[in-house]
Each structure stands twice: as C-alpha cells, then as structure tokens.
C-alpha cells in the first residue's frame, strides 16, 4: 500500500519544479560558497591555513541552515499543494488507503528528497573543496555531518509545515509561517534550545552537536504521530 502511494506522489510531482527545488538547494550553496572563496580566496586561505577543508565546511554550514528552513516550506507545500490545486482530496481519501497512510506517504516523499538534496550537497562540498585545491582526501566525515545532520534536525519543522500545509488550502498560511520561521531561525543563537527553527543551524546551549538531531528526529515523529491524528479526523476539501 505504501508502495503504490509513494509511487503515485513521485509521479505527480513530476508536474511540478521540485526537482528544480532538490537540485536549486545544494547547487546554492555550493555556488555561493565558491563565489565567496573565489573573490577572496587568498584571505581565506590565509585564515583557514590551518585547516582549509574546516574552514570551508564551516561557511557551507552557515548556508545550509537557510537553504534547509526555506527548503522545507516550499517543499511541504508543492506536496500538498498538489491536491489542494486538483481539488483531489477527496478523491484521494475515497481510494482504500487510511489516512494514516496518506500523510505518512507525504511526509516520507518529503523527507526522500531532502535526503537527496543533502547527499548532493555532500557530493557537491567534496568537488568543492577539491577543484579550490584544498586536496582530494577530504574529511568525508565533517562532510556528511554537515549535510545530513541539519536535515535531520530540521524533520520537526518538515513535519510541521506539512500539517499546516495539508490543513489550509490557502498555501499563503503556511507559506508565510514557514517564512516568519526562518526569519526566526536564522536570528535564534541567542534565543532558548526548544525553538525548533534554531535546530537546523546547529548551535545550542550544551554545546553538542548531536543534540538538535535527536530533538528533531524525535519532536518530527511527535508532530508526525499528532498530525496523522489531526488529519484522520478532519475533513479535507
């Protein structure tokens, strides 16, 4: 059963420009970050002498977090955008699947992506820091904890954005919440460790940096759990 779903909203997406969304993310950061080191390349190496691929991964670091925050609410809402278009949910919900089923399938196409999205980004950072000179035997390690444990702790936003965007067909509501949280997040280093949106940058009052990936795995599987709830209940339009 949840084969054929996840099946069915790849296929739908395929109408739509989130490929362009995957890919534009990672392609960011990376260009950015290459623009930067390019106009000023000898200062930087200058201060990262000592260790040229941290330095380099700090600055994907910081525009990763941005990418992600914004990433996560456009993406939640071409998901369930679709339907609300289509005006296909009842339709949907008609077919022998359980709701349950039907969000789940959702949020696991959004979570599929993000983990594409990050891997490129991880591909992305290792050509990055080679073609810069900085050597081929990267630090493959610093590479994937910065590109799959900002996507992890930012689950409890995915899974919050997609509620929103499941519940309001009016895809400015959650649009514009995703926006005000990003906002949010890349202000929040000062701000307390449960906000959420701070997660995905990594920065928290323990000093860990484990910590925003176990909040956001396990409050996205909280939010997950009560917005299937939420939705098995309500009447979709």
Not at 62 to 73: E, H, I, M, V
Not at 147 to 158: E, G, K, N, Q
Request: hydrophobic residues 55%; aromatic residues 12%.
């Amino acid at each position: 059963m949840m084969g054929r779903l996840l099946a069915a909203d790849f296929l739908k997406l395929k109408r739509t420009m989130v490929g362009v969304l995957v890919l534009l993310g990672p392609f960011g950061v990376v260009a950015l970050t290459a623009v930067n080191f390019g106009l000023r390349y000898d200062y930087l190496t200058h201060l990262y002498k000592d260790d040229l691929w941290g330095g380099l991964l700090s600055n994907i670091a910081d525009l990763c977090a941005l990418a992600l925050l914004l990433g996560n609410t456009l993406l939640t809402s071409m998901v369930a955008g679709i339907e609300h278009r289509a005006n296909a949910w009842k339709q949907l919900l008609s077919l022998p699947v359980t709701r349950f089923h039907v969000f789940l399938s959702k949020f696991a196409v959004c979570v599929l992506l993000l983990v594409i999205s990050s891997a490129l980004l991880a591909v992305g950072t290792w050509l990055l820091g080679g073609f810069l000179g900085f050597g081929w035997s990267a630090p493959i390690q610093g590479i994937l904890k910065i590109s799959f444990y900002p996507m992890l702790a930012s689950l409890a936003i995915a899974a919050l954005q997609l509620w929103l965007s499941v519940v309001f067909k009016n895809q400015a509501i959650p649009l514009t919440a995703g926006i005000v949280g990003t906002i949010v997040g890349l202000y929040s280093f000062k701000l307390p460790d449960w906000l959420l949106w701070k997660w995905p940058i990594m920065l928290n009052g323990v000093d860990s940096p484990n910590w925003p990936v176990y909040a956001g795995i396990t409050v996205g599987l909280l939010l997950l759990l009560i917005s299937m709830v939420h939705f098995a209940g309500k009447d979709v339009d």
